[in-house]
């Protein structure tokens, strides 16, 4: 089957949010996709869910993992089954605008010289109301001058072309975490990353979304900048700056950086 766009979902335990995310896909204006998603060995009733929408939508290509392997394994599992020019990141309980296909795929067919393409995105609580609105750089220079202090990135508003991503390779699989981070500092390195100034993934915050600011992914995202100035020559002034705040971040009590997310 040959596909344009190839949609990448790894799920684990998302029995309360699934259903939604991949109806946010099947609902777009864009029909020239596949949808691939990797179960990776979930206890909840998550594949019955999958399943069930599969039976009725040929272009699902569901997978399931025999143990667990985490999201950075089970990502690449899944980037080696997609077939399109294209790879489009979405998270088991996030929501994709029904245009964010056809927008992204018009920008990256219209700019050959783009290796990825992200987007502004909106925070929706767990009952999915506003919460607030994420604002990030659109162009390749400001992304770059900032990548060392943060990702720039929403990784559910990633799109990817494939041709690239075979070139510098997949996720790295020494991390568990930030992997969409490390990947994008790879990219930029060599190869134009922007984001567009529509809104088109919604970013869900709830307890289980809470990994972001613990302890693992706080020392991951400091190995990728550290990465980021050993191998992929960004500015190391910058980034040992950064690195020391963030080290000082570390060690912040996580109680206290609870209070202040809440």
Not at 33 to 43: G, K, P
Not at 59 to 87: A, D, M, P, Q, V
């Amino acid at each position: 089957m040959s596909v344009l766009v190839s949609v990448l979902i790894s799920v684990y335990n998302g029995e309360k949010y699934i259903k939604q995310a991949v109806e946010s896909i099947l609902n777009q204006t864009e029909e020239d996709w596949e949808m691939v998603i990797i179960n990776d060995a979930s206890t909840d009733k998550s594949p019955e869910i999958i399943l069930e929408l599969a039976n009725h939508e040929p272009r699902i290509k569901f997978i399931t993992n025999e143990k667990n392997l985490g999201l950075t394994k089970s990502l690449n599992r899944g980037l080696k089954e997609c077939e399109g020019e294209y790879i489009a990141r979405l998270d088991a309980d996030d929501v994709s605008n029904r245009e964010r296909l056809k927008i992204q795929m018009d920008f990256m067919e219209n700019n050959k010289e783009v290796a990825l393409c992200g987007s502004q995105g909106m925070y929706i609580s767990e009952d999915g109301k506003k919460l607030g609105e994420k604002n990030l750089p659109t162009h390749y220079k400001d992304i770059k001058d900032k990548l060392l202090f943060n990702n720039q990135f929403i990784h559910s508003s990633l799109f990817l072309r494939r041709a690239v991503i075979d070139k510098v390779g997949f996720y790295n699989e020494s991390f568990k975490t930030s992997q969409d981070y490390e990947l994008v500092l790879r990219l930029a390195k060599n190869y134009p990353v922007v984001n567009l100034t529509e809104r088109l993934v919604s970013w869900r915050v709830h307890p289980g979304s809470i990994s972001w600011i613990s302890k693992k992914q706080e020392w991951d995202a400091i190995r990728a900048r550290w990465l980021g100035i050993t191998k992929y020559n960004y500015p190391k002034l910058k980034g040992l700056f950064n690195i020391f705040l963030r080290l000082g971040w570390f060690i912040f009590p996580q109680t206290l950086k609870r209070r202040h997310y809440s």
